[in-house]
């Protein structure tokens, strides 16, 4: 069965500093792999995804992530944090399944930039 | 835009009502989903429709119902037997057959029990 696990439930970092989320998956084929993000009191938006070709992956919002097979890894990095990317982080594993696709999704991290 | 429209944004419920949580796509969408989002739990999936008329059971579909007599349409009903409704609560909707497509969210409804 898919499962994911986010380690870290929550994070501090300051502003201007660099920022690394876990992210560990368990999935007997290829994984396809999304980070989402979400705002307090809102739903969720795609940071990022890979499915295949280059393991480095940029998204929105200067987030990129590495796709790491042997790690059973898919951590999410940014260069330099900014106060408005404090918010809830989560990574998911997808699959489908009879045409639907059906993500799993880890508990998230929550983010906490200090000024 | 498209997008999914998810009311009310705030629900509050009676112990032993049933309350109906609407959600609406403009996406062309075939699948939908109901996710349920606890503090430290992540999301869980209640159900999923592929298609008019037919929907399937996720993780924890106990206490709840689902209709799709329309593909814009996916209405969640939390009924009395649901024993903790108090939750927020997400809808999803995606394409069929591509695993690297992802979901689009609504921005979801906040049900609590008064």
């Known amino acids: 069965a898919q499962s994911v696990t986010q380690p870290d439930i929550h994070i501090t970092v300051s502003e201007g500093a660099s920022l690394e989320l876990r992210c560990n998956y368990s999935?007997?084929?290829?994984?396809?792999l999304f980070w989402y993000v979400q705002s307090p009191g809102q739903g969720l938006q795609l940071l990022l995804k890979?499915?295949?070709?280059?393991?480095l992956v940029q998204g929105i919002k200067g987030f990129e992530a590495e796709f790491k097979r042997s790690q059973s890894s898919f951590n999410l990095r940014k260069p330099s944090v900014h106060w408005s990317d404090a918010a809830e982080y989560f990574c998911?594993?997808?699959?489908?399944?009879?045409?639907?696709?059906?993500?799993?999704f880890g508990q998230g991290t929550r983010l906490t930039i200090n000024p | 835009d498209g997008g999914i429209t998810q009311s009310p944004k705030y629900l509050f419920r009676k112990e032993g009502q049933n309350v109906t949580l609407s959600c609406e796509q403009n996406?062309?969408?075939?699948?939908m989903y109901w996710y349920r989002q606890d503090p430290g739990q992540g999301l869980r999936l209640i159900y999923y429709?592929?298609?008019?008329?037919?929907?399937q059971k996720g993780d924890i579909a106990e206490g709840y119902s689902v209709s799709r007599e329309k593909k814009e349409s996916f209405p969640l009903t939390v009924t009395s037997a649901q024993k903790n409704p108090t939750a927020f609560y997400l809808c999803?909707?995606?394409?069929?057959?591509?695993?690297?497509?992802?979901?689009?969210f609504g921005s979801g409804t906040r049900l609590t029990v008064v």
């Open positions: 999803a909707s995606s394409i069929l057959w591509q695993a690297n497509y992802g979901y689009t």
């Open positions: 999935y007997g084929a290829t994984p396809y």
């Open positions: 890979y499915f295949s070709g280059d393991t």
């Open positions: 998911a594993v997808g699959r489908v399944i009879q045409g639907a696709q059906k993500l799993v």
């Open positions: 996406l062309n969408h075939d699948a």
């Open positions: 429709s592929q298609i008019v008329n037919d929907f």
